[in-house]
């Protein structure tokens, strides 16, 4: 794992080196986290008077992203003894400290993913308060566990959450004026254009009328033009017939 951390590390800083012209630090070694001062009969028993714990690191600019092949020792200033289970119970025992387990670089890495994560997805107003209060609790927890700065991290980022989830708690009531306006406006605009239908309907049922009322009335006119007619040609009948029996008198007078 420890391998595979470096080479990353490496290409990483070829990429920078190539791209920006810049310069990354990667520090490897070994540690100890404090974790008492032992007393005088102990430290003269052991010969160390601190009790530590030992572990190699792997870290970019001083930050320890990765910790490992941790073991509890006995130590002062930069030398250290190893010690046995048996021994370390001989001390007053010890657990191994979280610290060890939370490297600050770690906890930026995993607060950035968890940024990038979360920023790319919509959550309720419920879901950011409950991952900010998980943040800040997990923040509390690590202080009391021994983490010293470090437990500012997670605090930062559930405070960022609860933040965010305020901010879209004040949000939401103007959001629903604005949408309640737009479905009153938008309704007030199928009204007026069903109002306008229906007087088109009603202007067309209108023509429909005036038009039938007008050519009921051409027909009228044209049907008092056909008996005008009518009378014309009976009248023109009877005074050829009034013609044709004075012509048949005058011809019997003749004759």
Same mark, same amino acid.
């Given at each position: ?170 949000? /939401?009531?103007?959001? %629903?004026? @604005?949408?309640? =306006? ?5 309704? #007030? $605009? *199928?009204? &007026? +254009?069903? !109002? ?28 008092? /033009?056909?008996?005008? %007619?009518? @009378?014309?040609? =009976? ?5 050829? #017939? $009034? *013609?044709? &029996? +004075?012509? !048949? ?7």
């Amino acid at each position: 794992m420890r391998a595979l951390l470096i080479a990353i590390a490496l290409l990483v800083g070829t990429g920078g080196v190539a791209n920006a012209k810049g310069l990354v630090v990667i520090n490897t070694g070994d540690d100890i986290l404090h974790l008492r001062d032992l007393d005088a009969d102990k430290a003269a028993m052991v010969g160390y008077g601190k009790l530590g714990y030992r572990y190699d690191l792997f870290g970019v600019f001083w930050v320890d992203i990765w910790r490992s092949d941790g073991e509890f020792v006995v130590y002062e200033g930069s030398t250290y003894s190893p010690i046995t289970d048996e021994e370390l119970e001989m001390l007053g025992g010890a657990s191994v400290p979280w610290r060890y387990h939370l490297p600050e670089g770690l906890l930026i890495i995993l607060a950035l993913i968890e940024l990038a994560i979360v920023s790319r997805t919509r959550r309720k107003v419920k879901t950011a308060f409950i991952l900010g209060g998980i943040l800040v609790a997990f923040a509390i927890l690590i202080f009391f566990k021994g983490l010293t700065w470090e437990f500012m991290i997670p605090l930062l980022l559930g405070l960022h959450h609860i933040l965010t989830g305020y901010s879209a708690m004040k949000r /939401a009531p103007e959001e %629903d004026e @604005t949408t309640s =306006s737009s479905e009153e406006a938008q309704t #007030q $605009s *199928g009204a &007026h +254009r069903a !109002s306008q239908a229906a007087m088109s309907d009603r202007n067309s049922q209108s023509g429909a009328r005036r038009i039938s009322q007008s050519g009921e009335h051409r027909a009228h006119r044209d049907s008092q /033009a056909g008996m005008s %007619d009518r @009378t014309s040609q =009976s009248g023109a009948r009877r005074i050829s #017939q $009034s *013609g044709e &029996h +004075r012509v !048949s008198q005058s011809s019997d007078r003749t004759s």
